[in-house]
Nanobody, 123 residues
Framework: QVQLVESGGGLVQAGGSLRISCTASERTYRTNNLSWFRQAPGKGREFVSAISWVADVTWYADSVKGRFTISRDNAKNTVFLQMNNLRPEDTAVYYC????????????????WGQGTQVTVSS
């Protein structure tokens, strides 16, 4: 059973930056991709970004492209999401998820999820 642990959330003013991280207990063929989703109060879970452990490939939602950067440290089984120029609409619980489906933008294709970390952006 793969376990994912997020950290690094918090409160920041609009225009500020935060970096959140997700550490996986292991990497297997079932977890080739690690993704970030977010869920704001009263809304569904939304894809944010993803990265492949085995290829130099990243994906971003249009709403965060140019502001967020995903990266990984394979030696530490850790993926980072650097969030710059944060906006109040970025406020949400951020979840990392691991899977191996090519349909990376759908949360239905992930078997493993972290507990989430709260990111709050004040205006």
């Amino acid at each position: 059973q793969v376990q994912l642990v997020e950290s690094g959330g918090g409160l920041v003013q609009a225009g500020g930056s935060l970096r959140i991280s997700c550490t996986a207990s292991e990497r297997t063929y079932r977890t080739n991709n690690l993704s970030w989703f977010r869920q704001a109060p009263g809304k569904g879970r939304e894809f944010v970004s993803a990265i492949s452990w085995v290829a130099d490939v990243t994906w971003y939602a249009d709403s965060v492209k140019g502001r967020f950067t995903i990266s990984r440290d394979n030696a530490k089984n850790t993926v980072f999401l650097q969030m710059n120029n944060l906006r109040p609409e970025d406020t949400a619980v951020y979840y990392c998820a691991a899977g191996n489906s090519e349909r990376i933008r759908s949360d239905a294709n992930y078997a493993y999820w972290g507990q989430g970390t709260q990111v709050t952006v004040s205006s």
